[in-house]
């Protein structure tokens, strides 16, 4: 009911109104949408490509409707029926927008499991959700085999240019580069945003210096419009999970301090 309150509402507005699956997919346009983009046949079509005659937004970033003030500009609503849906307009011109709603519920419901599960959704690697208790687990045994454990964080530095589509395919292909420098051993994670962490057993300083010095020319080598910046830690300089991990978010600090492009030690 309250889904169809918002859709009823939505559908009274002189702007363009579609409705999209969660792969973009149109599968309803309105009479306004027809009219602003001179299309009569719009379902079936990607809605990039229906806008702008492309499937890629090219600079075009969407800005985001709330379906309540008060929950401020998200763009997504969940409801207790388990539908989620994300709604978000798009400029066609100086007076006009259309506006796209995405029922999500399946892929919400996938990512959450994901997550759950322990691997990260666009990237495939290991969640962030788990990185702390595997730290503890890391740190254990080397601490009984008396050897070292480095940890890697890196910030790609990504700019605030790309649509939303165009930022998972660059971290998708920034997860595969660092995930083929790393060792085999090593353990790689996706955490918030653009970071992204290696938990390295084994591993001291100089080695640790060395994968990173890799991964920051694998990345920059292969990936246009960004400025990584590095920082590592091992347990040779903290005691504990949680003191390794605050180095490792320090040195970042640091390498973006000094540009990106760097990497720093902590």
Sequence with gaps: MEKEAILGALDVIEDGLLIADHEYIIEYANEPAKKLLRQDTLV???TYEAIWGREKMEGKSPSFISFDTNEGASGEKNFADGTCLSVRSYPVDENHVVITIWDVTDYVSLERRLEEG???????LRAGNVFAEDLEKELDRAKRAKATLALTIVELG???????????????????????????????YRFQ?????????????KGASNTAERILK???DNIECIRPSIGLSTSENA????????????AVYVAKHRGGNTIAVG
């Design 44 to 46: 079936g079509r990607h």
């Design 118 to 124: 322990g691997t990260d959704p666009v990237t495939g």
């Design 158 to 188: 990504v700019g605030e240019d790309y649509s939303e589509d165009e930022v998972e395919t660059l971290l998708k292909k920034a997860g595969k580069i660092i995930e083929d420098t790393a060792r085999s051993y090593d353990i790689v």
């Design 193 to 205: 945003g653009d970071n992204f962490g290696i938990l390295m057993p084994h591993c001291e300083t």
């Design 218 to 220: 694998n990345l920059t």
């Design 239 to 250: 005691f504990t999970g949680r003191d390794i991990h605050r180095l490792a978010e320090r």
